[in-house]
């Protein structure tokens, strides 16, 4: 078995993709392209990319549960773009995914503790 394409290698991460696009829509509207680009900075995609008709399904699936909002501006010269702002809805999702990951903080210290030390057991016998 290839460990690389395990989810032990990390590899589920980017299925925070929601919280993390909520919290970079904190700063203002942001238009798809630069949000990729913001999302690729980051550590948890340093292996791989994120997947970009993914994020923009993501945010169509967030705008439908009225998290975002979208609109085109066509304004600029150039092909129309699409910023996404954060809704009171979306912050409050926001506000709701940082206690759940607060838990989740708590609970993956206890089980890395308790892999940490079946790990040297297992080598100590």
């Given at each position: 078995m290839e460990f690389d394409q395990c989810a032990c290698s990390g590899k589920t991460l980017s299925r925070f993709v929601r919280p993390v696009i909520l919290a970079l829509l904190t700063d203002g509207p942001v238009h798809g392209y630069d949000l990729l680009r913001r999302l690729e900075g980051l550590g948890m995609f340093?292996?791989?990319?994120?997947?970009?008709?993914?994020?923009?399904?993501?945010?169509?699936?967030?705008?439908?549960?009225?998290?975002?909002?979208?609109?085109?501006?066509?304004?600029?010269?150039?092909?129309?773009?699409?910023p996404f702002t954060l809704t009171p809805k979306g912050r409050e999702c926001l506000a709701r995914w940082g206690a759940t990951l607060e838990a989740y903080q708590r609970q993956i210290a206890e089980i890395s503790a308790l892999v940490s030390a079946a790990v040297l057991n297992a080598t100590e016998t």
């Open positions: 340093a292996q791989t990319p994120p997947d970009t008709s993914g994020v923009y399904k993501t945010l169509k699936t967030m705008t439908a549960e009225g998290l975002t909002v979208g609109d085109w501006d066509t304004a600029d010269p150039g092909p129309a773009r699409r």
